[in-house]
């Protein structure tokens, strides 16, 4: 799923702190799954920013929705005879979410309430991390299952670089390395002699290199 | 194969292919366009090595280019080995920046992944890694001996560039790293330098492992020695420096050494690696990265007995 973070009660406070009147917006998809954009959190944070604005001394009016899912015109519909009661809408889905908002209500003005960060899964009860980099050409197979391109630093097909130490990232001690991970994984299995492919260099046009992208599945169009 | 069976003709070629003990050195750019500066550092390695490897904006601190660098040593009578990291450029950058630097006079280049941008003094920026190290070690080959881009279109007068790669016997996985080298061999490395070794077991252990293999037959593996100045530089070096393999006992020897000669105990250790190196199977060479230390190379070089540096035409 795709995972977000909270922008800081700061940032947002400055983002809105021209409207008196605002709908903060959450998201019953992957935010609401990684616990920071859903009907709760959209509750919690309407009742921060009131507090802090009337701490300032301008109090501000804040409504709440939460859509079954702020990327799909059939849910985005659902505030169409509202939207247009506010100032300004707070969304906190990630970054598809406002701009399915802007594009459906071109007069109304959109603003993210989370930085959307990457697509993962939680390893452990609050805390996520990254597995997929989106590249449009999953070559996992290749790596018993393990993303080198999302997963390492350097989104090396071939690892593990010189700074790979005792399992972890030159970058930080609390990075895995993948590549170790891959390599004793192969080893373990007695398929090391995976490892002594060279690969092409990767086909980027698939991924955000290419532009932005697009998925036609013809069946489906109407 | 053309140039009497030479891939690119550099001197470092030639000398390791005579059979010499190779012996190169190091030059960081300087951080400016300050050309007497970087004069002034490889003026020391001249006549003292086979070949001077120029940076690249080496722990991601910016620096003048290495092409730039690389080109101004040419100019000046001195043999670069270009170092080109996968960090920051993508394949249409690197090869054109290939061509400029043959066209220019440089036969050498080190083929490198690059320390990430992390370290350096712009972590913001955005890195590329559009291909690795060994698969730019198959590009420069390709366009070497295919005289091809890496699209297949044919390239009008092919850069000949004598290929190096970098080998770390001491990052991790341990095991794995013989192999990564004969991955690097395979995609078409001519020369390999090691990453700075102080634990000589480990290292006795991965040159038997790359002999035992045939690596050493097919590609020349230069060892890496960085003297020590100092017992503190060695404790950095052995907690700062990833991938790095710093025995305590030599630290031990270093501070015992005591004050105002720990540099001379760090230039016998690094003497002392030489002389073995000159001895041990499958070592074609030595690669010495005297960092900031580029004046002690002469005396080094008097020292371990590498002078003069044998002139192969």
Sequence with gaps: ?222 | MSNNGLKSGSNLEKVLKAGHFAFTGECGPPKGANVEHLKEKFEHLRGKVDAVNVTDNQTAVVRMSSAAASAIMAANGIEPNFQMVCRDRNRLAMMADILGVYSLGVRNMLCLSGDHQKFGNHPQSKNVFDIDSIQLIAMVKKMRDEGKFLNDEDIDEPPKMFIGAAANPFADPYEFRVYRLANKIDAGADFIQTQCIYNMPRFRDFIKMAVEMGLTEKAYILAGVTPMKSARMAQYMAKMVPGMDVPEALIERLKGAGKGKQAEEGIKFAIEQIDEFKEMEGVAGVHLMAIEWEHKVPEIAERAGVLPRPQVD
């Design chain 1, 1 to 222: 799923m795709i995972i977000a973070d909270r922008k800081s009660l700061e940032e947002i406070l400055d983002m809105i702190k021209d409207f008196k009147k605002i709908l903060l917006v959450g998201c019953k998809g992957c935010v609401t799954v990684c616990n920071v954009g859903g009907e709760k959190e959209v509750g919690v944070l309407a009742v921060i920013l009131k507090i802090a604005r009337k701490k300032e001394g301008n109090p501000i009016e804040i409504d709440e929705k939460t859509l079954e899912r702020q990327c799909d015109p059939e849910y985005v519909e659902q505030i169409r005879d509202i939207f247009d009661q506010y100032d300004a809408v707070l969304s906190m889905a990630c970054g598809v979410g406002p701009q399915f908002l802007s594009e459906a209500y071109p007069s109304q003005r959109f603003f993210p309430a989370v930085d959307t960060k990457f697509f993962g899964g939680a390893v452990q009860h609050g805390i996520w991390e990254e597995r997929c980099a989106g590249c449009g050409t999953c070559v996992i197979h290749h790596y018993d299952g393990l993303c080198p391109i999302a997963r390492c630093s350097k989104s090396l097909q071939h690892g593990p670089c010189g700074g790979s130490a005792d399992g972890k990232c030159e970058i930080a001690k609390d990075v895995e390395c993948i590549w170790d991970t891959i390599v004793k994984k192969k080893m373990e299995q007695g398929r090391l002699e995976d490892l002594r492919t060279i690969r092409a260099p990767k086909d980027w046009q698939t991924a955000r290199d290419g532009g932005p992208r697009k998925s036609i599945r013809e069946e489906l169009v109407q």
